[in-house]
């Protein structure tokens, strides 16, 4: 399958009331909240036109006036290709297309996972649609851990996710079953995570590493479990598992941070974690539209806790 990513795409924005009598390339970067970045990409490669014609970034914008970009045509990735993965979509439009990841299916490749992977079947499902758009993932998740993936279809929408998402716009929570009872109600975990010396993923708390904050929220008890509500308000890898794993109560079933815990381990969740990304909420990178997604407990990770409560 042959795969050419799509011409630029054009956008317009109309110069509301107030937002004129700067420059173009001021007006994209502080008012449409623009990266540097994407600006000079413009600026090099791409198009930007007012009230029809082509200009310079360096031109005066006045209220009212219409200003057009078009991005430059993006680049293939030659360590990504189409290849069928069963996809569980659960909501797709022009710009934007939102998956249910499965647990087992890493999100792009790595160098112990090269292909078969998330990206390389959301590319499959694109081409099978006559659609060439460039992956770009707005949020990861870990290969054993189920559930919301945002994918944004072009550079522009990528962009206005990746400005959201540091603005704290995007809310993501996670349901996550893990070895104790935990005392609290809720709380909050403030420890820093590094990176293990000589280790390429496995993190762990550290002074010296990049700060994390992890809150989370007890939704129910079992005699040796508790499922807790997790929210982040950074996103270092590995965070959750290192975190609670820290606190004490590592995710059941999580292999790489939940040593030290195997006497109460359960043993009838083969092959993954019991970490489930269920919700996540953000406004429309176009439409600025507020969205809403929460998805259940698959089944093998709904059968542990009915198997807890009776």
Known sequence: MNFQPEEGKLISFIVAAGEGNRSAEDYLHKVKKLSVKAVRRLKNDGVVRLNGKNTMLRQVVRDGDTIEIIYPKEEVSPY??????????????????????????????????????????????????????????????????SGLVLIAKHTYEAQQLFAGQQRGGIKRAYLALVVGVVPEEEGLLDWPI??????????????????????????????HNTLLEITLETGRTHQIR??????????VGDVFYGEGASEDKLD??????????????????????????????????????????T
Request: glycine share 6%; aromatic share 12%; hydrophobic share 35%.
């Open 194 to 223: 590094a990176r293990e010396e000589g280790r390429t993923t496995k993190r762990f708390v550290a002074a010296h590493g990049q700060r994390a904050l992890t809150y989370y929220k007890v939704r129910e008890r079992f005699c």
């Open 242 to 251: 290192v975190h609670l794993s820290h606190f004490g109560f590592p995710v």
């Open 80 to 145: 990504l290709l189409p290849e069928f993965v069963p996809l569980d979509i659960v909501y797709e439009d022009d710009n934007i297309l939102i998956v249910n990841k499965q647990a087992g299916i890493c999100v792009h490749p790595t160098k112990g996972y090269p292909g078969q992977t998330l990206a390389n079947g959301v590319l499959y499902h694109w081409a099978e649609n006559q659609r060439n758009y460039r992956v770009h993932l707005v949020n990861r998740l870990d290969k054993d851990t």
């Open 268 to 309: 009838f969740l083969p092959g993954r974690q019991f970490l489930h990304a269920y919700y996540m909420s953000f406004s429309h990178p176009c439409s600025q539209q507020r969205m809403e997604f929460t998805l259940a407990l698959p089944e093998e990770l709904d059968s542990v806790i009915r198997s807890l409560r």
